[in-house]
């Protein structure tokens, strides 16, 4: 019996023992799995992080870029300024009269648009056009253009297609496209008794709508040869009777709104604050 017992100890252990190697062996297992997978998981996060920053690298390149064309974009449009600003200061040069008047004038048309709301405001074609409204008056002769007195019909005729000339001067120049439409179309009334087109209501471009109100203003309250300026308040009351005839009765609901001290601001030619 004692004997007996021995051997089923003996066995009892022997089982045990190979139980404990099972478990050893499927612990190793585990263990060699477990190092694998972390393993794994370190090569996979330093791929994550070598394609981030791949992608910071690349979005920086972009960002560069981006500020580089930026840039080279504002220089552009800088230049595109001055040139046309120079254009506009050469055909002014001629006439001591209308000295600053393009620079005012689209100060004017420039605030007439913000306040309209429209996007016009933001078109850089927009305020070129203000600015080189009259530049077909290089082609009129100065015995026209410097006259005291009455123009005959002849040389009236002549005069009028200054909108013509300028508009096909510049008609070659790509920015200048929709500066042309302006430059063609400043003398169109609403009510369709303008030139050089005879274009009225909303045939006219928005843009030139803006332009005759300010143009308006501006020949009202600077002084020329032959009368005194009217008072701000005095133009602004005439351009109101003619909403509808020869204004846009929208752009002078517009023109309504803005704040004289802007307007007298511009008038004196002060810088902007
Ligand atoms: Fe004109």
Same mark, same amino acid.
């Given at each position: 019996m004692a004997v007996g017992g021995g051997t089923e100890l003996l066995a009892e252990i022997e089982r045990q023992r190979r139980q404990i190697a099972r478990l050893a062996g499927e612990l190793e297992r585990s263990r060699q799995e477990a190092a694998r997978l972390q393993a794994q998981l370190l090569a996979r996060e330093r791929e994550a992080a070598e394609t981030a920053l791949q992608l910071e690298r690349y979005a920086a390149d972009l960002r560069e870029t981006f500020k580089q064309e930026r840039a080279r974009a504002a220089e552009l449009r800088q230049s595109y300024v001055a040139t046309v600003r120079s254009l506009a200061g050469a055909v002014e040069a001629r006439d001591a009269y209308t000295a600053r008047h393009a620079e005012r004038v689209a100060e004017y048309a420039m605030e007439i648009a913000r306040a309209l709301g429209t996007d016009i405001a933001e078109a850089p074609g927009t305020e070129f056009g203000f600015l080189l409204h #009259? %530049? !077909?008056?290089?082609? %009129? =002769?100065d015995a026209i253009l410097h006259k005291a007195g009455r123009l005959s019909d002849e040389e009236r005729a002549l005069m009028k297609r200054h909108p013509v000339i300028g508009a096909e001067i510049i008609a070659g120049i790509d920015f200048l496209g929709e500066a042309a439409k302006v430059v063609r179309s400043h003398h169109e009334r609403w009510d369709g008794s303008?030139? =050089? #087109? !005879?274009l009225s209501g909303s045939r006219i471009p928005l843009a030139a709508r803006v332009f005759a109100v300010a143009d308006v203003l501006d020949a009202l309250t600077t002084e020329r040869p032959y009368r005194r300026p009217s008072q701000l308040s005095q133009a602004r009351e005439m351009i109101l009777a003619a909403a509808g005839t020869h204004f846009d009765p929208e752009v002078v609901e517009a023109f309504a709104t803005l704040d004289e001290q802007v307007l007298e601001r511009i008038r004196r030619g002060a810088p902007s604050p």
């Open positions: #009259d %530049i !077909g008056k290089v082609a %009129i =002769p303008g030139y =050089p #087109d !005879g």
